[in-house]
C-alpha cells in the first residue's frame, strides 16, 4: 500500500452531474427506467470509466453489471458493493446512482492509493431495482440469489412501450458484450455492503449523517374486491343498497383510525382505488383497492392482516355485498448481519461520524442479497425525505461523507470478510 485511500469529493460529485445528464427531466430528475437506451447508456459509461482505470467488466444473465479490482488471491469470493443505475419515470438523481457512483469511487480510491485488497473488490450495478417498468423490482439481485431468471418473466410487458422484458434483458446485455465478458449468475459473494439515501426525514431531522441500517421490514400486498349490486342513485332507498364502496370506505376509515394510530411501527397505505362501472348517478357494482401493510416482526404483520381480513369481511356483511381478498406480495422481514453491522460501526468510530442504528422501511437489493451472503446497509439524508421524486436532493456534503464511510466500512470488511 503506498498510501492510506481518501474519497476524491470533487470526482464523486462530478460523475453524479454526469449521470445525471443521462435521463435528464425538466424538474431536475431523472427518467431512466429499467433496461430502456437510458439505462444502457448510464451502464455504458460507468464500463468506460471503470475499463479506463483497468478495471474487469462482467454482465450476467439478469443484465447486472460487475466491476472487479482483483485482489492478491483471486480464488476468493470477492466483497460485493453496489446498488443500481435505474430510475422511477419521475425519479430523482441520487436514488440508487448515488449507491452505485460511491462504490465505484471506493474503487477507484483503492487504486488510487496502490491498494491491493487480499480478495476481489467488485462493483455492482444490480437490474431493475425500481420495478416500475417491469415488475417486480429488485429483479436482479432476485434472479441473482435463486441463480436463475424465473421462466414467468421472459413475457412480461413494459409498463410505458409495451416492450418485452426477454428482448429488453438480451438488448441490454449485447450493448455492452464487446466490452465485458460473460458471467454464471449467483457466484459465490464473501459480502454485501450498499448505500442508499434515506428516503425518509429522520437523518436529515436529527442531523445525523450516517444510518446503520440492521434490516428491513416485511411488506404485505393485498387486493381487495367488493361486489355489490349497481342500481339507480336516485330510486334506491338504503334499505334496498348492496353498496360497495360505501363497505369499501367504511372498512378502510376503521383501518386507517386502528393500524397505526395503535401500531407505532406499522405502515398502512392504500394506493388505488377503482370503482365500475364509473357513473354519476349509478351506485358501483363493484369497489377494489390495494393495500400495502409493513412493519418489522413477522408476528405483527401476520396479526395486522388478520385484522385487515376481518375488518373488510365485517364491513361487507353489514352492507350485504361480498368481499375477496388476494395476497399479491409476501416479503418476510430481514435481519441483517450482526457482524457486518459491528463492522460498520467500529468504520464509523473510526472515521468519527455520528450515527443512527435503524430499519429500512423501503426494500433493496441488499434484502433479496442477504439470502446469500452476509449484507448491510449505509444510509445518508435526503432532503425533507423526499424520494422517488424529481425534487429528491442530497447536500454534497452528505454524499462525499457517505463515500467517506462506505469507503471506511470496506477497509473493515476486507479483513473480516
Known amino acids: 500500500m503506498n498510501s492510506h485511500p481518501e474519497i476524491n469529493g470533487e470526482r464523486l460529485l462530478a460523475r453524479l452531474d454526469m449521470f445525471a445528464k443521462i435521463g435528464a427531466t425538466p424538474g431536475g430528475g431523472v427518467n431512466r427506467q429499467a433496461l430502456t437506451p437510458g439505462d444502457r447508456e448510464a451502464r455504458a459509461l460507468l464500463t468506460r470509466l471503470a475499463k479506463a482505470r483497468s478495471f474487469s467488466v462482467f454482465q450476467d444473465d439478469a443484465a447486472n453489471l460487475f466491476i472487479r479490482m482483483e485482489g492478491r488471491d483471486g480464488s476468493q469470493p470477492p466483497l460485493l458493493i453496489g446498488s443500481h443505475l435505474d430510475s422511477q419515470p419521475s425519479g430523482g438523481r441520487f436514488d440508487g446512482a448515488l449507491g452505485t457512483l460511491t462504490a465505484f469511487e471506493v474503487l477507484e480510491s483503492l487504486a488510487d492509493a496502490g491498494v491491493e485488497p487480499e480478495r476481489p473488490v467488485e462493483v455492482v450495478a444490480w437490474t431493475n431495482e425500481e420495478g416500475c417498468r417491469f415488475a417486480p423490482g429488485c429483479m436482479g439481485s ?20 409495451g416492450a418485452r422484458f426477454e428482448d429488453e434483458r438480451l438488448s441490454t ?4 458484450a464487446a466490452d465485458s465478458s460473460h458471467r454464471r449468475l449467483g457466484f459465490p459473494v464473501a459480502a454485501y455492503l450498499e448505500l442508499h439515501i434515506e428516503q425518509g426525514p429522520s437523518l436529515e431531522s436529527e442531523e445525523i449523517p450516517i444510518g446503520i441500517v440492521t434490516g428491513v421490514q416485511g411488506t404485505r400486498w393485498l387486493e381487495v374486491a367488493f361486489e355489490g349490486q349497481t342500481a339507480h342513485a336516485g ?9 360497495p364502496l360505501k363497505a369499501l370506505t367504511m372498512g378502510l376509515s376503521a383501518l386507517y383510525a386502528g393500524v397505526m394510530p395503535e401500531n407505532a411501527d406499522a405502515r398502512f397505505t392504500v394506493g388505488r382505488i377503482a370503482v365500475a362501472p364509473g357513473s354519476v348517478n349509478a351506485i358501483p357494482a363493484t369497489a377494489s383497492c390495494t393495500i400495502d401493510l409493513r412493519h418489522p416482526e413477522t408476528a405483527v404483520l401476520d396479526r395486522l392482516e388478520d385484522d385487515i381480513r376481518s375488518g373488510l369481511t365485517e364491513a361487507a356483511a353489514r352492507e350485504n355485498v361480498s368481499v375477496a381478498i388476494r395476497k399479491t406480495v409476501d416479503m418476510e422481514p430481514v435481519t441483517f448481519s450482526s457482524d457486518m453491522v459491528a463492522a460498520l460501526q467500529a468504520a464509523a468510530q473510526k472515521a468519527g461520524l455520528p450515527t443512527k442504528t435503524m430499519i429500512s422501511g423501503a426494500f433493496h437489493d441488499a434484502l433479496f442479497v442477504a439470502g446469500c451472503a452476509p449484507s448491510a446497509m449505509i444510509f445518508v439524508p435526503c432532503r425533507d425525505g423526499l424520494s422517488h421524486n424529481e425534487a429528491e436532493y442530497v447536500k454534497p456534503e452528505d454524499s462525499v461523507t457517505g463515500a467517506r464511510m462506505f469507503l471506511a466500512s470496506v477497509l473493515e470488511l476486507l479483513p473480516r470478510a
Do not use: C, H, M, N
Not at 435463486?146 to 410487458?157: V, Y
Not at 446485455?173 to 455492452?176: E, G, N, Q
Not at 330510486?235 to 353498496?243: F, G, V
Open 142 to 161: 432476485r434472479a441473482f440469489v435463486e441463480g436463475k431468471i424465473p421462466a414467468e418473466w421472459a413475457d412480461l410487458r413494459a409498463s410505458d412501450d
Open 235 to 243: 330510486t334506491t332507498a338504503l334499505q334496498y343498497r348492496r353498496d
Open 173 to 176: 446485455i449485447d450493448a455492452l
